[in-house]
């Protein structure tokens, strides 16, 4: 269907509206001014109005649509009519009408005599517009009343077609519902038929991942079984194997096995210290001079000899002296004393020391060759258990030993002699009191065992400590050796001069200790012992107040031998008392001579 469009139409109407009112009122405005020869102020502003109206109308008409119906072409001609009637009568308006100045009085006339010639002209234009403002309004009228018709066939049919569309609905919605069914049960079969499907598949997923589940399950416990098994089996295999271990330690071990060491007294502070060369000589006093005037240099002495040794593939070096020089003193400070250590690995870095000390006195295990073997084995075993727990698998009859009397020297000695030539590890053995072996030839069948232990095993060193005794001094006399009877003055001498000066420190005594000291030093001999048993002697006697003769008559009177000051000190019951009987006789005596016995005369008197 063509025409205008209904909003264009609406468009075009309400410009034809505006410009037909703006019309009017700009020729009535037109036509006073022609009266009365000057413009109105509002002319010109509806005179723009007009023309903004004309060409909006104008605009409106271009955009029209052809073919039209004949409404919508009466519409346009009287559009066309008005815009025309705006154009004819901006031609016969003057243009000072139109403008805001005030005219001049001859154009006053001009305009009088002009309006009354136009006058005809401009009534035409305004009767023009009023015509087109009243066909318009009919058309406007008319077409609405058309619409109205329109509307309500337009109406009833939409009536009809709704009813129709009514029926048709009530018809289909039986097929609907029948439809819908159809749907929802077809759905629901096929829903339930996944959902069965689910079912099974998910069982069967569930089935399986159990047993699977299950399976790994049982496999973890049974490895997690195994391995507590094997764990707990290997604990109580390591429990059996330290057990046993401690079991094969036990059977070397004997209960004085470390008493000889123990017992020996630790060396003086100053003492000894010269076997590595580091003699302590800071002392306030001149060194003594002994023996002849010989200045006694300790360091010079031995440094060169033992310290050499014990950083050299040497295998053995021998100690001797005479009994009370001080030789297990001696030993001890040399095993315990880190120096020893860090000179035996300038031989070997990874060597190990091994100590044995006789003792005559003892038990006869601390003094027989099957103590010395049972220590040895003893120490071997405590510092190798990987390498026992071992030799236990392969020796299970050594779990039965329950001590030293299950092992024969046979045995002990094969058992030391494997030890020590299989293992990579060096040693160095330091044996004191060789002289205190109480078997029978056995100072032979020591050295014998040790010249076989060498030869088996280079990596072996011994040190040896013993009394020059013959049996001993023919079988070692081409080692190296260290006699400590000519080395142990200054030892004595510094150990004298402390002991001694601390003792008249405490007494505040005028004791001229110097001299007692030289005294001392001279008459020990070398002998320790005999030093440490005198110097203690003097020693009390100060601290008891001694004068200077009764110390002198002190070391006068001690024996000059060791085992004979031994029987001395064994044959007085109270020590010192030879020498307070003189000065205890005199006391008594000027006591009795005090006393007078009572005369019986009647009475008592004094």
């Known amino acids: 269907m063509s025409g205008l469009e209904p909003l264009a139409a609406l468009g075009l109407v309400c410009n034809i509206v505006h410009l037909v009112e703006v019309g009017l009122k700009t020729a009535t405005l037109c036509k006073n001014a022609y009266r009365t020869g000057e413009p109105d102020p509002e002319l ?7 023309a903004v109206a004309a060409s909006s109308l104008g605009q409106s008409l271009e955009h029209s649509q052809h073919p039209l119906s004949l ?7 009287l559009a066309r009519n008005c815009r025309d009637a705006e154009a004819e009568w901006r031609k016969k308006t003057p243009a000072r009408f139109l403008s805001q100045q005030q005219p001049r009085k001859r154009d ?3 305009a009088v005599f002009r309006g009354i010639i136009n006058k005809p002209e401009i009534d035409r234009l305004e009767s023009q517009l009023q015509k087109a403002k009243e066909s318009l309004e009919t058309d406007l009228l008319v077409g609405a009343f058309k619409r109205l018709e329109i509307s309500k066939v337009q109406a009833d049919d939409l009536r009809e077609t709704l009813q129709n569309l ?7 919605e039986t097929k609907l519902q029948n439809l819908i069914q159809v749907q929802v049960s077809l759905v629901n079969t096929q829903l339930s038929d996944r959902i069965e499907r689910a079912e099974s598949s998910t069982k069967a997923h569930i089935t399986s991942e159990l047993g699977s589940h299950e399976s790994r399950i049982i496999s973890h416990a049974e490895k997690g079984k195994d391995s507590l098994l094997a764990e707990a089996e290997a604990r109580e295999a ?3 194997e330290d057990e046993a271990y401690e079991r094969l330690l036990r059977s070397f071990h004997y209960p004085d096995m470390n008493h000889r060491k123990n017992e020996i007294h630790s060396s003086h502070a100053s003492t000894f210290h010269w076997i590595f060369g580091r003699a302590s000589l800071d002392v306030p006093h001149p060194k003594p001079r002994l023996g ?3 200045d006694l240099d300790a360091e010079g002495l031995v440094y060169g000899s033992f310290v050499r040794w014990l950083e050299s593939p040497e295998s053995r070096y021998w100690i001797s002296g005479r009994p009370g020089t001080g030789k297990s003193v001696l030993i001890k400070f040399i095993t315990s004393h880190p120096q020893t250590m860090l000179s035996l690995q300038q031989w070997q870095p990874d060597v190990q020391i091994l100590a044995h000390f006789f003792w005559k006195v003892g038990s ?3 003094s027989s060759f099957k103590g010395f073997l049972c220590s040895l084995a003893y120490q071997l075993f405590a510092l190798d258990k990987r390498n026992v727990i071992g030799r236990l698998q392969k020796h299970p009859d050594w779990s039965r030993k329950a001590g030293p009397g299950d092992w024969d020297n046979n045995d002990l000695q094969s058992l030391v002699t494997s030890l020590l030539g299989l293992s990579a590890k060096p040693f ?10 109480m078997d029978d030839d056995g100072v032979c069948t020591l050295i014998g065992f040790l010249n076989t232990l060498q030869i088996s095993s280079p990596l072996v060193k011994i040190c040896m400590s013993s009394r020059p005794e013959q049996a001993i001094r023919v079988r070692l006399r081409r080692e190296p050796d260290l006699k400590m009877q000519d080395l142990t003055w200054f030892d004595i001498w510094q150990y004298v001069w402390a002991t001694l000066g601390n003792a008249v420190g405490l007494a505040s005594s005028s004791i001229f200790v110097e001299d007692l000291v030289r005294d001392i030093t001279s008459m020990a001999e070398g002998v320790f012992l005999w030093a440490v048993l005198v110097t203690r002697s003097v020693a009390r006697g100060i601290l008891n107040g001694d004068s200077k003769e009764d110390i002198q008559q002190r070391l006068v009177k001690t024996p000059r031998k060791l085992h004979e000051l031994y029987f001395s000190m064994w044959a007085r019951l109270g020590e010192d008392s030879d020498l307070y009987q003189e000065s205890t006789a005199l006391i008594l005596k000027i006591a009795l001579f005090a006393w007078r016995p009572p005369r019986n005369d009647g009475g008592f008197k004094s």
């Open 44 to 50: 010109s502003v509806y005179a723009r109005n007009l």
């Open 71 to 77: 409404d919508d072409e009466r519409l346009l001609t």
């Open 108 to 110: 006053r006339f001009g």
């Open 166 to 172: 009514l029926v048709v609905a009530s018809a289909s």
């Open 238 to 240: 390591s429990r059996r």
């Open 292 to 294: 002849g005037g010989l």
């Open 364 to 366: 006869p295990m601390q």
């Open 428 to 437: 160095c053995l330091f044996i004191d009191g060789l002289d205190e072996l």
